[in-house]
C-alpha cells in the first residue's frame, strides 16, 4: 500500500536518467588491444551473431529457458580499452549502448534500487539496446553472509535481483569491471564470456602513442619518438591518451606564432609527467603520509613521548596513592561497623 501512494506521488520507476542512451561512433580500429583480447572480442561477436541459430532454430532454447541472453564481463585495470569496446561492440551490432547511472539507479528509498535494477533491463529489452554496467563491481559485489543491518539487506536484495533479471533477459549485458574479484561469485555461472584486458606491452603502448595523432592535422616535431615514449612510460592506454591531450596543450602555450608551433617530445614527456603525477595526488591518505610526518617531526615526536611517559609515571604514582588511602579509609570503616554491631 505504501508503495503504491509513493508511486502515485512521485511517480512509479522508469528508466529516464537511470540509463543514459548512447549512439555508438567508436569503433573497434579506435582501441589498441593485445591479440588474445581481440581473439577473445571477435569470438563474443560470433557467439552473438549465431544466437538465434543456436537457441531457435536448433531448438535449444525451448530445452534451456532461461539464462538465453548473453552477458559478458570486461575486467581489467583502469584504462585499457573496456568502456570503449562496449561502445565498438554496440557499434559492430548496429544497436544503442545504454549505459546505466548508478547515482540515478541508487535510491533513498527502502527496497527502491532494486526495482530500479529491474527497470533498466526491461529499457533494454523494449529498445533491443546492449545494457551495459561500467564499474558494476559497485552493484554486483559479494553479497554479505550475514546481513545485520539495513544496507547490507539492501545490497544484497540489489545483487539477488541482478542475478535473478540476469537468467530470464534475453538481451546482450556487459559488465565492465575494475576489481572483478570483488564481484559476487555467483555470476561467474550467470555471465558466459569473461574477458581481461591486460595492460600493454611496449608493442601496444606505441602503437596507442600513434593512433592519438591526427595524421594529417597534428604538427609534430622532429624529435618526437613513440618507441622511447613506449619504452619510457608504461602505463595505460587511458593514461596515454591524457598525456597526448596535456603535451598538445602545452605545446599551444610556446610563445612563438600558432602556424610555427609543433609538439615535441618534451611535451608529450611533461604531460605523462603530469598524468603520474595525478595519478600520486589521487593515491595519497593519511597512512601514506605518516611515514613522513613522522620523519619530519621525529624530535618533537621523540619529546612528545618522553613528556607523555612522565606524565604516565606521575599519574600512576598518584593513583596508587590513592588506592592506598582509599583502602585503608575502607578498613576503617568495616572495623567501626564491627564494634558498632558488638555492642
Not at 559476487?184 to 606491452?201: K, N, V
Not at 593512433?211 to 619518438?225: A, E, F, N, S, W
Not at 618522553?306 to 572495623?335: F, P
Request: negative net charge; charged residues 25%; proline residues 4%.
Amino acid at each position: 500500500m505504501a508503495e503504491s501512494i509513493r508511486d502515485l506521488l512521485f511517480g512509479g520507476p522508469t528508466a529516464r536518467g537511470m540509463v543514459e542512451t548512447i549512439t555508438p561512433r567508436r569503433t573497434f580500429e579506435d582501441v589498441v588491444l593485445p591479440p588474445e583480447t581481440v581473439a577473445a572480442l571477435d569470438h563474443a561477436l560470433q557467439v552473438i551473431r549465431k544466437h538465434d541459430l543456436l537457441f531457435h532454430q536448433w531448438g535449444l532454447g525451448e530445452r534451456h529457458t532461461s539464462g538465453l541472453g548473453l552477458a559478458f564481463h570486461f575486467a581489467g585495470p583502469p584504462g585499457t580499452g573496456k568502456t570503449i569496446c562496449a561502445e565498438a561492440l554496440a557499434h559492430a551490432l548496429g544497436r544503442q549502448l545504454l549505459a546505466v547511472r548508478y547515482s540515478e539507479l541508487e535510491s533513498r528509498w527502502v527496497g527502491q534500487t532494486a526495482k530500479h535494477v529491474a527497470t533498466v533491463f526491461r529499457a533494454a529489452e523494449r529498445q533491443g539496446a546492449v545494457l551495459f554496467f561500467d564499474e558494476a563491481d559497485a552493484i554486483a559485489g559479494r553479497r554479505f553472509t550475514v546481513a545485520s543491518v539495513g544496507y547490507e539487506r539492501e545490497a544484497n536484495a540489489i545483487v539477488d535481483v541482478l542475478l535473478r533479471e540476469l537468467e530470464h533477459f534475453d538481451g546482450i549485458v556487459i559488465f565492465a569491471t575494475n576489481l572483478a574479484a570483488s564481484m559476487d561469485p555467483a555470476f561467474e555461472r550467470r555471465i558466459g564470456t569473461h574477458i581481461l584486458f591486460r595492460f600493454p606491452g611496449v608493442e601496444d603502448r606505441e602503437r596507442i602513442w600513434r593512433v592519438q595523432i591526427h595524421p594529417q592535422k597534428t604538427p609534430l616535431g622532429d624529435d618526437v619518438d613513440f618507441r622511447a615514449l613506449a619504452e619510457q612510460f608504461p602505463r595505460s592506454g587511458g593514461d596515454i591518451r591524457n598525456a597526448v591531450l596535456k603535451g598538445a596543450q602545452l605545446a599551444t602555450l610556446e610563445p612563438v606564432p600558432d602556424a610555427e608551433k609543433r609538439i615535441h617530445q618534451r611535451h608529450f614527456e611533461q604531460g605523462m609527467r603530469d598524468v603520474i603525477a595525478a595519478a600520486d595526488v589521487m593515491a595519497q591518505s593519511l597512512f601514506t603520509e605518516a611515514p613522513a610526518l613522522l620523519g619530519a617531526r621525529g624530535g618533537l615526536l621523540e619529546e612528545m613521548t618522553e613528556a607523555q611517559a612522565r606524565l604516565h609515571g606521575e599519574l600512576g604514582r598518584e593513583v596508587g596513592r590513592l588506592m592506598l588511602v582509599a583502602v585503608a579509609a575502607l578498613i576503617v570503616a568495616v572495623g567501626a561497623l564491627v564494634v558498632a554491631l558488638a555492642k
